[in-house]
């Protein structure tokens, strides 16, 4: 399969948290289009103390909250859910059973938001991109817009099958997730690397 090359959708250091880098299907599902997603999280959120998830450590307080999600690419906004709430603290139990979803949500099912919370799904010309766990109120595009690579669309909220703030992406062939297939994507991205330097790698798959 060849690998589809995208823009990034996030601004910043981000860490990967889950990956097809690392095994394919990355989040142990091919359905609903996501054997390639990624889950991208700031560092420090994904290395929170279990205790603080365990006591419900405020949302606010994560450092990927908030964070501006943009346009990987030029295209059409051809689906988007935006009613989700967003949960507002971490809970270990809480956050740990809605990951679950992600494994055993039925294929009958249409009620998407289940799994990806606030989401928005664009049309390139040659795929189609989901963005996910978007923020409750930050969506600022509409269906039918057409919109480009860079431009500002949400931001990094904690709905649907969310463990912690993050941005859930992936690279499809159909709009209608039941029925579509994840891509692989790669991007031209700045690593760093075991000596803490940074080196540009052109079409990284992430891990």
């Known amino acids: 399969m060849k690998s589809i090359k995208t823009g990034f959708p996030l601004k910043g250091v981000w860490q990967v948290i889950t990956s097809p880098a690392d095994h394919i299907p990355s989040h142990y599902t091919t359905r609903l289009g996501m054997s390639h997603a990624f889950d991208f999280a700031k560092a420090s959120d994904a290395n929170i103390p279990l205790l603080s998830r365990l006591l419900g450590m405020p949302i606010e307080n994560c450092a990927g909250w908030g964070e501006d999600v943009f346009s990987p690419c030029d295209g059409e906004v051809v689906a988007l859910y935006s009613a989700v709430e967003d949960r507002p603290r971490l809970n270990g139990i ?87 297939n994840g891509l692989s994507v790669n991007f031209d991205l700045a690593v760093e690397s075991h000596s803490e330097e940074w080196h540009v790698i052109h079409e990284c798959i992430p891990a």
């Open 94 to 180: 809480i956050d740990f059973v809605s990951g679950l979803q992600t494994i055993f949500f039925s294929p009958k099912r249409t009620d998407y938001h289940f799994v990806f919370g606030n989401y928005l799904i664009v049309q390139s010309d040659a795929y189609y991109c989901l963005l996910a766990h978007l923020q409750n109120g930050s969506i600022q595009v509409s269906v039918g817009d057409s919109i480009s690579s860079g431009d500002l669309l949400a931001k990094v909220g904690h709905c649907g099958s969310s463990q912690l703030p993050h941005l859930h992406f992936q690279i499809m062939d159909n709009e209608q997730l039941s029925i579509a």
